[in-house]
């Protein structure tokens, strides 16, 4: 299902930013006000992932890429482009609506993604949660 949203060229630029030149350490975007098209909220050039965690709104959904740093057991240290559709069980159910069925258009459009995490309250996003996927994936 598609909501008919547009993705704002920014969202785009900023994700080759990030993928390409590790200018970002993440990036968060969310509705524009009138809804029409997701946006740019908000990077960062450096940031630890609690930090980043803090970023996400507690009742309202958001789409965030964090380029997760870990160790691999053997191996050393990997990096995975983590996209993150955060839509908190508290939200209105509107917003929700809008943002599960927006998120494919932005999803599409950022190629390189190793990662992709659905969360509904932040137990599902811990540092840990992510740890154990990207140890799970090549």
Known sequence: MSSG??????????????????KYKYAIFKL???NSEIVVEKTAESADYDEFLKQLPE????????DFDYEKPGEGARNKITFYSWIPDTSKIRAKML????KDALR?????LAIEIQGTDYSEVDHEAILDKALRSN
């Open 5 to 22: 949203v547009a993705v704002n060229s920014e969202c785009l630029e900023v994700f080759q930013e990030l993928k390409l030149r590790k």
């Open 32 to 34: 524009s006000d009138n």
């Open 59 to 66: 009742n309202e959904p958001r789409y965030a890429v964090y």
């Open 99 to 102: 943002y599960a069925s927006s």
């Open 108 to 112: 599409r459009n950022l190629v390189g």
